[in-house]
Nanobody, 119 residues
């Protein structure tokens, strides 16, 4: 059973930076892609960014140019560097991993980490 352990997050001022990390353990098959979603207060969960084993990335328009996703394939770990933070980035951030095992695909989620950006 794959487990995702998140770290990072917390409180930052507008214009500041934070870094999130997420390590996957227990995988038997490939984990591809990995990424981050977020759920702002009173809103639905939304995509932030994903990254494939090949390094191909996908970003939400709202974070392009400010956030950078990266991964260490050997460690099954994904990172999210968040720069130029805005109050609108305040949300619970969830790590996501797609665990591929033979022909099956399992969606795995982290427990979530709070990011709060003050103006």
């Amino acid at each position: 059973q794959v487990q995702l352990v998140e770290s990072g997050g917390g409180l930052a001022q507008a214009g500041g930076s934070l870094r999130l990390s997420c390590a996957a353990s227990g995988a038997i098959g490939m984990i591809n892609p990995m990424g981050w979603y977020r759920q702002p207060p009173g809103k639905q969960r939304e995509l932030v960014a994903t990254i494939r084993v090949t390094g191909t990335t996908n970003y939400a328009d709202s974070v392009k140019g400010r956030f950078t996703i990266s991964r260490d394939n050997a460690k099954n770990t994904v990172y999210l560097q968040m720069d130029s933070l805005k109050p609108g980035d305040t949300a619970v951030y969830y790590c996501y991993a797609a665990h591929l095992f033979y022909t099956a695909k399992y969606d795995v989620w982290g427990q979530g980490t709070q990011v709060t950006v003050s103006s």
